[in-house]
């Protein structure tokens, strides 16, 4: 196993180089009609006859319930935070965004099951502009989770993640990895503008979940507004808690752990942070979300 593992750290370990070094070829891309998505809209069908919680760090939202506010899922990938944030239950109408149109089988069939389900393929950010974006194949299998603007996803730690992982269906055991970038474009808006011109104008944004690959900060950046004014429950994917609390601290949020299905001040940061308004604090306490 170590043989493998040494010889999938040394394809992606150079392509990662090459990618920050600004020396890629034409060689290291690859075109999606040659990509494997693993996109399976029959898995969205089972989530929802299941009621399975797929992502169970966002289960404290289920003290948000309520029919007349949306909740919004700002990185969808392939919709299992949607799903499960309608299996907690919550009557919330419940709102995606996700750039990345290969998942777009999975986030219509959602849709098609839950008439309070839609998405949007629009990337959240601090500026509206039309970029670049890459995603890492390996041996023609698309990674989830590493897609990035800058590169912020290609570093060594990834790598080494990843290794872990071989072995798994979608990484299979192999005596070499032929590691590639799919590289596609898509929009950019911030979060105030998509939402003074959507679907849901006038509904109370009542939640809101961030996970964007390391773009987090941008996210943040572009929604002034909406944090301000809704002061919606958050939850964020961060490594860098320090950083995300001051940033978050302006607006009026402070830094909130799960444990179990409420929510505390924070005493050990984990990647998914919850932020709370201060507002909000004696209204979370009622609901008995806060423990």
């Given at each position: ?118 998405f949007s393929n629009v990337a959240c950010s601090d500026k509206s502009e039309t970029c670049s974006a890459y995603n890492l194949i390996v041996n023609g299998g698309l990674i989830g ?147």
């Open positions: 196993m170590s043989e493998n593992r040494d010889a999938f750290l040394r394809s992606v370990g150079s392509l990662f180089d090459r990618f920050h070094n600004g020396r890629l070829t034409g060689q290291d891309y690859t075109d999606v009609s040659a990509v494997d998505a693993r996109i399976h809209p029959e898995h969205v069908d089972w989530w929802v006859t299941s009621k399975a919680i797929v992502e169970p760090d966002v289960i404290p939202f289920r003290w948000l319930d309520d029919p007349a506010t949306v909740i919004l899922d700002v990185g969808a990938h392939l919709g299992y935070t949607a799903a499960t944030l309608r299996n907690l239950p919550t009557r919330n109408f419940v709102h995606s965004l996700e750039p990345v149109t290969l998942y777009n089988p999975m986030l219509a069939r959602l849709a098609e099951l839950d008439p309070k389900y839609s989770g590493t897609t990035t603007i800058d590169g912020a996803t290609f570093h060594k730690s990834l790598s080494e993640y990843l290794t872990t992982r071989i072995g798994e269906s979608w990484l299979p055991v192999c005596d070499s990895y032929d590691a590639r970038l799919l590289r596609f474009t898509f929009e950019t808006r911030p979060l105030d503008c998509i939402v003074s011109s959507w679907e849901h104008l006038g509904r109370r944004i009542s939640g809101l979940k961030i996970d964007v690959e390391g773009h987090e900060h941008q996210t943040i950046a572009g929604a002034g507004k909406v944090l301000t004014e809704h002061k919606p429950l958050l939850m964020i994917e961060t490594s860098d808690h320090p950083r995300m609390t001051a940033s978050l601290e302006p607006l009026g949020y402070v830094p909130y752990e799960r444990v179990d299905n409420k929510i505390r001040p924070m005493v050990t940061p984990y990647y998914n942070a919850y932020f709370v308004h201060r507002d909000q604090v004696y209204a979370y306490k009622a609901l008995g979300l806060i423990a």
